[in-house]
């Protein structure tokens, strides 16, 4: 335990601290350096205010995201000749190569693909490519009969038969499944719809700011010009920069990426519509700003371009079997196109800008404590300055020097309400004399 004499003065300590009051004092110092630092200060802040805070982030205005909606559509004629198999000679209009025909802010263009005709339900040789698939004789697939191969493409019937592959004099084992199998090998170099690079889509893009009660559904000063069947999007014309007419090979090359390098195997690629605007100006300055990026960078170590399959399903009516079903498969390769729309808008409002100049004021206080800590702590002179700052007054003193005024024979006492003390105080702070 704390012996007694530290408990007591303790005690006296914490009970000092609760019988003290701290007012501020102003002291006004004459000094170029310290008065040049603080105008420094003061004037930092200033601009930081004025020039960033109001000005440069518009502190003056209130915000609105954009809120928009999204339509596409897409058109475009490719020609393939006969020489890739599977597909023969065929025009492809925007009903073949569109894939889903809608999607919410987005849209697929194919512009390769790889077709295998005509599979139906049957047996045929299994890929010799598949592990487990090689056979010598038919006890070799009895072995896995009625199990799917890992990777493999149908349930094993037991039977080891030639296979498919042209040249090859291997055995495999007899699968059921859509047969013949997909080989899904490209041929040729350029994609089958090389035409691609040509097709147009437009994008019907209505944006709304529900706060400032604007729509963009009419069409704005810029698109009136057009008529949109004749115009075309084209960044670097300030004419036909608004129009919401894309060449795909523009989007592409808008990002950098020749359309010849994406169209072979597939990609991904950002449209991004920036609807930012002024409403303190004409709502019809209120104009989309485009750009565009590819957004799979291709890791083509993992995996290269995009494609899916689908396929599209036929009956025919054989004499012996009755209604057989057939597909003709296709693994699309293409260009999968994301819409992107973002942006705000700001419009005056004095409720902003009275908050950034209120805490702007605040922020000038900070001159003051950076100016008092370089006054006090840092400065030669800074214990010269901390007398002039700090003064270290007792109540009891002021009793005296009241006593002394009052002339012998009066007795002051704290809490004394001697009128002709009170006026002699008065007087002597400055204060207006009886
Ligand atoms: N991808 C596109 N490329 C070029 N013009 C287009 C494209 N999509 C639409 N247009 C044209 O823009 C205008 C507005 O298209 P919208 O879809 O609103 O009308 P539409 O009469 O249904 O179009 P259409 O019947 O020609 O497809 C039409 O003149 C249309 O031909």
């Known amino acids: 335990m704390a012996p007694p004499q530290v408990m007591k003065s303790a005690a006296r300590s914490a ?6 009051y701290d007012t501020p004092r102003i002291v006004h110092i004459r000094s170029k350096k310290v008065g040049l630092f603080n105008r420094f200060l003061q004037l930092s802040i200033l601009a930081y205010i004025i020039g960033y805070a109001i000005v440069y982030k518009k502190g003056y205005q209130e915000f609105e995201n954009v809120q928009s909606a999204v339509t596409t559509k897409v058109k475009g004629i490719a020609f393939s000749n006969g020489s890739i198999p599977g597909i023969g000679t065929r025009t492809w209009d925007v009903a073949d190569y569109v894939i889903p025909p809608q999607e919410n802010d987005a849209f697929f263009v194919m512009t390769n693909v790889v077709v295998t005709p005509g599979q139906t339900q049957t047996g045929c040789a299994e890929d010799p490519g598949v592990t ?5 004789t038919n006890a070799d697939c009895e072995q896995v009969k009625g199990t799917i191969l890992p ?4 349930p094993v019937t037991g039977e080891c038969v030639p296979s498919d592959v042209p040249g ?5 084992c007899q699968i059921f499944g859509w047969c013949p199998l997909e080989n899904d090998k490209m041929q040729g170099d350029s994609p089958v719809l090389e035409n691609a690079k040509n097709f147009t889509v437009f994008i019907k893009n209505n944006i709304e700011f529900p706060r400032f009660g604007v729509r963009q559904t ?3 000063k810029q698109r009136k010009r057009h008529v949109l069947k004749k115009c075309q999007y084209d960044g670097a014309s300030s004419r036909d920069k608004f129009c919401p007419i894309f060449r795909l090979e523009t989007i592409t090359e808008g990002a950098g990426v020749a359309f010849e390098n994406i169209s ?6 950002q449209i991004v519509i920036d609807w930012t605007c002024n409403l303190d100006y004409s709502v019809e300055d209120c104009v989309p700003e485009y750009t565009f990026r590819r957004l799979d960078k291709g890791d083509y170590s993992v995996s290269r371009g995009f494609n899916f399959r689908f396929a599209d399903r036929y009956s025919v009516f054989n004499e012996s079997t009755g209604l057989q079903l057939y597909r003709n498969l296709y693994k699309a390769y293409g260009v999968r196109f994301l819409v992107t729309v973002q942006g705000k808008a700001g419009k005056f409002s004095i ?5 950034n ?5 605040a922020l000038l206080g900070v001159a003051t404590i950076i100016c008092d800590i370089m006054v006090l702590y840092v400065l030669k002179a800074k214990n010269f300055y901390r007398d002039k700052k700090y003064l270290d007054v007792k109540g009891q003193d002021a009793f005296e020097v009241l006593e002394e005024e009052a002339g012998p024979g009066e007795q002051m006492s704290e809490g004394s309400t001697n009128s002709v003390s009170r006026r002699n105080l008065t007087a002597s702070d400055g204060g207006a004399a009886p």
């Open 15 to 20: 009970l000092d601290v609760f019988f003290e």
């Open 132 to 136: 487990g698939a090689i056979c010598q």
């Open 151 to 154: 990777s493999g493409s149908g």
């Open 168 to 172: 090859s004099k291997e055995k495999v």
């Open 218 to 220: 009419k069409p704005s």
């Open 264 to 269: 072979k195997e597939g990609g991904v690629m």
């Open 351 to 355: 409720v902003p800008l009275l908050l």
């Open 357 to 361: 100049i209120g805490s702007g004021m």
